[in-house]
T-cell receptor, first 115, second 114 residues
């Protein structure tokens, strides 16, 4: 069975600084996707970034980027120039390529942004 | 704009009651999901449906059932609510293969069973 582990229950960062959230996963599959989702205090979960396992290039979305280390099964999220609106719970998630999109989630990391 | 809605944001029920949680999506997605979210455990899949009247168990289906009579609507049913089902319930939908894989989530229902 696939597992996803986020070892940082809480992280904090100063506004305008950079923070990295860690995620490791375990799978024997070769075709899969990895995601970072953000859940602000209002609770609507939104997609931050997606990485296809077959792509060697790390995904980026504006201030958000990932460090995808396939051999190490590591998938960290870097947030640059942190903003107050980045404060949220962040979930790392895994989906097998042929699983209809079923997600396996990590435990979550609460990110606090200090002004 | 993509939208997944859930019938209630907060719900309080008594032990033994039958509880219905409703989810509606307006994106014509085939796949729909029910997760429960608990502190320290992340989200765990209860059931999912890949077509009307089709369903499969997720990781924690015990004590739950689902119904999908129409493509846009996916209901989670707690046949006899128990206190250990107090949790946040999130519904999601995703597009079929061939489109970028992305689950869209509803706002969640905070269920308290007393």
């Amino acid at each position: 069975a696939q597992t996803v582990t986020q070892s940082q229950p809480e992280m904090s960062v100063q506004e305008a600084e950079t923070v990295t959230l860690s995620c490791t996963y375990d799978t024997s599959e070769s075709d899969y996707y990895l995601f970072w989702y953000k859940q602000p205090p209002s609770r609507q979960m939104i997609l931050v970034i997606r990485q296809e396992a077959y792509k060697q290039q790390n995904a980026t979305e504006n201030r958000f980027s990932v460090n995808f280390q396939k051999a190490a099964k590591s998938f960290s999220l870097k947030i640059s120039d942190s903003q107050l609106g980045d404060a949220a719970m962040y979930f790392c998630a895994y989906s097998r390529g042929t699983s209809y999109g079923k997600l396996t989630f990590g435990q979550g990391t609460i990110l606090t942004v200090h002004p | 704009d993509v939208k997944v809605t859930q019938s209630s944001r907060y719900l309080v029920k008594r032990t033994g009651e039958k509880v219905f949680l409703e989810c509606v999506q307006d994106m014509d997605h085939e796949n729909m999901f029910w997760y429960r979210q608990d502190p320290g455990l992340g989200l765990r899949l209860i059931y999912f449906s890949y077509d009307v009247k089709m369903k499969e168990k997720g990781d924690i289906p015990e004590g739950y059932s689902v119904s999908r009579e129409k493509k846009e609507r996916f209901s989670l049913i707690l046949e006899s609510a128990s206190t250990n089902q107090t949790s946040m319930y999130l519904c999601a939908s995703s597009p079929p293969p061939g489109q970028p894989l992305h689950e869209y989530f509803g706002p969640g229902t905070r269920l308290t069973v007393t």
